[in-house]
């Protein structure tokens, strides 16, 4: 039988993710940790499986960007063509953009703010001008060629699944089929918006599901049904999955 895998990867802890704040299209770089993550989590883990690419597909975002360059330079994959997308973006956090997530929840709730992060169809409050990310975020000129009634001020999973899914099912799944090896290099609502479509998740399912950093996730495809086989394989140290996996659920400190 003949089959071929994609993988999905969540790109190494940014700035924002460790100071806790909530990032969507702020263009947060990586940290130090995120750098060395990406390369002792995320390239170990595909050396260890022999992974090999034809092309990768990202957003528009340096956290995503950092993560891919470090992956090509560790692995050798000048030559492997990289293809950015705005519709990789993470979703758009609307007006909690900027804020720490405890003092949110603080102020707002714990169970609010786990329906801000997780429920499929519930949108966070829109950016506002006051916002002090609205203007670095409008005036990115990386976003300078989304259309105009695209650019969002707030997304759930499922506005961003909107836009994830077109690419996913009219550009990569169409790739895979044929045989081209793909990653994809994106953020935590998108590898879940992908997993959703892909697993058949539920509405209320998802909203169980997080994604930790720098752990490729591997989906294996039987290329004459196209069919999905098989479970999601991670590849890095099941203990370490679940270490990560509970850490990015918490609303943390
Ligand atoms: C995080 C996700 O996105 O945050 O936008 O803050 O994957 O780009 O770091 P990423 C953000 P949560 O939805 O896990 O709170």
């Known amino acids: 039988m003949k089959t071929n895998k994609v993988v999905i990867l969540r790109h190494g802890e940014s700035e ?8 969507g299209w702020h263009d947060a ?18 050396r260890q499986h022999q992974m090999q690419f034809d092309v990768i597909y ?9 993560t891919v360059d470090v992956i090509r330079e560790n692995l050798k994959y ?16 609307g007006n909690l953009t900027g804020f720490n997530k405890r003092q949110v929840a603080n102020k707002y709730g714990e169970e609010k703010v786990q329906i801000w992060r997780r429920s499929f169809d519930v949108l966070p ?21 989304i259309p105009k009634d695209k650019f969002p001020d707030t997304e759930s999973l499922k506005t961003l699944m909107l836009r994830a899914i077109p690419l996913w099912e009219q550009e990569i799944m169409p790739k895979v089929l044929n045989g ?3 990653l994809v290099v994106a953020h935590g609502t998108v590898v879940r918006a992908l997993m959703k479509y892909i697993e058949n998740i539920s509405d209320d399912d ?38 990560e996996t509970e850490k990015v659920a918490a609303i943390g400190n």
Not at 58 to 66: C, D, E, I, P, V
Not at 209 to 233: A, H, K, T, W
Request: hydrophobic share 35%.
């Open 29 to 46: 770089p990586l940290t130090d940790k995120g750098l060395e993550d990406a390369s002792k989590i995320a390239v170990a883990g595909l």
């Open 180 to 182: 081209q090896r793909v």
């Open 78 to 93: 000048h030559d492997v063509p990289v293809i950015y997308d705005w519709r990789l973006n993470e979703r758009h956090y």
């Open 125 to 145: 409050p829109e950016i506002t001008p006051d916002n002090p990310y609205y203007a670095k975020i409008r005036n990115n000129p990386k976003f300078k060629d």
């Open 16 to 23: 924002f993710n460790k100071l806790n704040l909530f990032c």
């Open 58 to 66: 990202t957003s528009l975002l340096q956290r995503a960007h950092q």
């Open 206 to 243: 998802i909203m169980k599901v997080n994604i930790p950093n720098s752990v490729p996730c591997v989906f294996e495809y039987d290329l004459s049904s196209g069919q999905r086989m098989g479970n999601i394989q991670y590849l890095a140290d099941a203990d370490y999955v679940k270490k």
